[in-house]
Structures are given as C-alpha cells and as structure tokens.
T-cell receptor, first 114, second 117 residues
Framework: EPEVTQTPSHQVTQMGQEVILRCVPI?????FYWYRQILGQKVEFLVS????????KSEIFDDQFSVERPDGSNFTLKIRSTKLEDSAMYFC????????????FGNGTRLTVT | AQTVTQSQPEMSVQEAETVTLSCTYD???????LFWYKQPPSRQMILVIR??????QNATENRFSVNFQKAAKSFSLKISDSQLGDAAMYFC??????????????FGKGTKLSVIP
C-alpha cells in the first residue's frame, strides 16, 4: 500500500538555524498538510496545500514557516529561524480528494531545537 | 470553529476485555466526518475507523466499533477483545468543509490506553 514518507526521522538543530522537513505524499493525492505535535500534547494543524498554493493556515504558521512543492513529488516545510518551542513531532499528511477521503499520515519527523 | 473533546486522559483495560473511549465534538456544519486515530509509542498516526455524519449506521472495523450519537454530538470508540498491541494513544478527530477548501482535521487531546496482561 502506498505510504507518505518523511525524512529525516529525527532532526537536531540549534536555535536560530533554518530547517527543512521533507515529505513525499502518495502520488495520486491532491491535498497536502503539515501538522505538529508537541510532546504530550494534541496534534495541531499547521497548513494545507492544494493546487500549488496554501489553502489554509493556522495561527501557528507564522512568517517563520513556509511550504513548497518544488518538483511535483516532494512537499517541504521550512522553518527559517528555529526557536526552542518549535521542538515537536511534525507530521506530513495527504489525501486523495475531498474530506470524505481518509487522511494518510507519514511517520513524522522529530525536531529537537537546542 | 470546530472542537473535539476527549474527557478521559487515560484508560486501562484487561487483555481480552472491552473498553470504550469517549469523544464529543462541536461543529456548525451539517456534513462532516469523524475519525479515530491510533498513535502507538512509535508515534505513527494510524487510522482506526471513520464515520460519515450522514450515515446512521455505526461504523465497524473488526474489533473496533463506534457509537455515533449525532444529536448528542458524541462519537465513542469501543474496542472488543483488547490485545496488548492496542495499547496506544487514541485521538478522536473531525473534518468538515471549512470554506477555505482545506478540509483540515481537528483533533482531541487524546486518551492514553493501557492494556493489562
């Protein structure tokens, strides 16, 4: 069964550094998402992407965050200048169609900011 | 705005017994979908079961079933014949058309399920 794949599985970075988290959604999916889960807390929506543009973003997704789908397969989340509070598990997800199709999650990237 | 509430931070069940995890939600939309996701210690998010709001029949997937009470906005998960591998964090989630076309999921805070051998 096709999977959403995320790399790296664990990223350690120093405060103030830029990080790029990478995702390869399932190939025939059209909607792409990033979610965040701070340790011990609930999964929070960051941003959704459809038709090569952001369709919705949360309050968390400020100017330090950006997303790209540079080559039709990869879907990246960039954090320009990381803060300690950005430490979390970041999940990429994709779905084939509208909201009646299930959301498929990747295994996540654990980001640790020191 | 839509909200999902899971009032049980932790639950435990004896192996082979049945356990029910509670979830309530709120949305102004009439058409929406509800989900239960399982997150084992590996932290992968695994879809357990989903329910379409327009369907009265409760969804069932093997040992997992839901009790969907639309009027009460309640969506509980029942796990029958609990197994050690069921131990995980369980998240209830809701999606509806947000108007922005993103169909994003809103999650509850989760219920940590322990299975006692």
């Amino acid at each position: 069964e096709p999977e959403v794949t995320q790399t790296p599985s664990h990223q350690v970075t120093q405060m103030g550094q830029e990080v790029i988290l990478r995702c390869v959604p399932i190939s025939n999916h059209l909607y792409f998402y990033w979610y965040r889960q701070i340790l011990g807390q609930k999964v929070e929506f960051l941003v959704s992407f459809y038709n090569n543009e952001i369709s919705e973003k949360s309050e968390i997704f400020d100017d330090q965050f950006s997303v790209e789908r540079p080559d039709g397969s990869n879907f990246t989340l960039k954090i320009r200048s990381t803060k300690l509070e950005d430490s979390a598990m970041y999940f990429c997800a994709s779905r084939r169609g509208a909201y009646n199709s299930p959301l498929h999650f990747g295994n996540g990237t654990r980001l640790t900011v020191t | 705005a839509q909200t999902v509430t899971q009032s049980q931070p932790e639950m435990s069940v004896q192996e082979a017994e049945t356990v029910t995890l509670s979830c309530t939600y709120d949305t102004s939309e009439s058409d929406y979908y509800l989900f239960w996701y399982k997150q084992p210690p590996s932290r992968q998010m695994i879809l357990v079961i989903r329910q379409e709001a327009y369907k009265q029949q409760n969804a069932t997937e093997n040992r997992f079933s839901v009790n969907f009470q639309k009027a009460a906005k309640s969506f509980s998960l029942k796990i029958s014949d609990s197994q050690l591998g069921d131990a995980a964090m369980y998240f209830c989630a809701l999606t509806s058309y947000s108007g922005a076309g993103s169909y994003q999921l809103t999650f509850g805070k989760g219920t940590k399920l322990s299975v006692i051998p």
